[in-house]
């Protein structure tokens, strides 16, 4: 563990401490703390200086803790089916399962990070977020059948997603094709799933949930739609080992009934919970624009949209964008 997360371990219980306080209890020097401080400014988390005081969060912060989050399973009830590996900083949690499955037969195991500088979203946009305050999560499982065969499970993952963020207390959310979850109108959190495997099975899949907590000011400048943080709709700080622990509960029942039933199992669910269904919208698709109505999503996930002549038509994800009929 780094000097900048002890010191923020330490800062966690929004008390003032003074720099050679925080320096003789870590075991370094004066100078090392300053560096570390700046280091926490720098990555999007506020530290407040008062003169003769100390050091001081401008908003609480709370760690991830691997106790608490198994704590939180077992008063549930449930148990993590593998792994669960929790980092300070790493490129990518998906790709860091995806680099365990490739020598290790790993089925549940959890990746969670407190920063991801090379996060990812889909279609090759950078997933912004701010250390230490956001919930990043990856989870892998196996399946017996082929990548073609696990066709449209973001959608299903969509659906416990948006059931553990309602769990926490997330009012009026919904779902938006194929892999957002939107707020008001504004996106809260979102999925990406990567696939590996033989075409006749079995196949591996690591899905990736990025949920928002609290964007600072710093990140925020570099989002180009429009957003939301548990923090704005709440108006708390963000219990991230609660939610995280949310998440996998839901994420490892979804995935034990979409091994047993596939996508129809959750069909209902989605298109229930889609904010766009029976509602007119665009489809972009480079400088291509398709016009309808959505009428649901099949049974591999393809988006179904009546189009102007009445016409029923299929759409899967790609490089294809919903957007609200301008």
Not at 159 to 166: I, Y
Request: proline share 4%.
């Amino acid at each position: 563990m780094t000097t900048r997360t002890e010191i923020l371990k330490l800062l966690a219980d929004g008390r003032f401490h003074s720099g050679t306080l925080l320096g003789e209890k870590l075991g370094v020097t004066r100078a090392a703390v300053c560096k570390a401080i700046q280091a926490l400014n720098e990555a999007g988390v506020e530290i407040h200086r008062v003169s003769g005081r100390g050091y001081k969060l401008k908003s609480p912060v709370q760690m991830l803790d691997e106790r608490r989050i198994r704590r939180q399973l077992a008063a549930a009830g449930r148990r993590l089916p593998g792994r669960l590996e929790i980092l300070e900083e790493v490129d990518s949690t998906n790709r860091r399962l995806l680099a365990r499955a490739a020598t290790e037969a790993i089925v549940g195991d959890v990746c969670l990070t407190e920063a991801q500088p090379m996060g990812r979203g889909r279609r090759g946009r950078h997933w912004v977020t701010t250390p230490f305050q956001n919930l990043t999560l990856s989870m892998a499982w196996r399946f017996q059948a082929g990548p073609g065969l696990v066709a449209g499970l973001s959608l299903a993952a969509g659906v416990a997603a948006l059931a553990a963020l309602k769990r926490y207390g997330v009012p009026e959310a919904g779902l938006k094709w194929p892999n957002d979850i939107l707020w008001h109108g504004r996106k809260l959190a979102g999925l990406l799933a990567d696939v590996a495997g033989e075409a006749s099975g079995p196949s591996l899949i690591v899905l990736g949930v990025g949920v928002n907590g609290f964007i600072a000011a710093r990140e925020a400048e570099r989002i180009d739609q429009p957003w939301v943080d548990l923090r704005t709709i709440l108006h708390a700080p963000v219990d991230r080992n609660r939610l995280a622990a949310l998440l996998i509960a839901e994420l490892a029942d979804m995935f034990e009934t979409f091994a047993a039933r596939g996508l129809p199992a959750f069909r209902a669910a989605w298109e229930r919970a889609h904010l766009y269904t029976d509602k007119p919208v665009r489809l972009i698709q480079g400088e291509t624009v398709i016009r309808g109505t959505v009428t649901g999503i099949d049974d591999a996930g393809a988006l179904i949209l009546r189009d102007a002549r009445g016409v029923l038509r299929k759409f899967y994800s790609g490089e294809i964008s919903l957007r609200p009929a301008a």
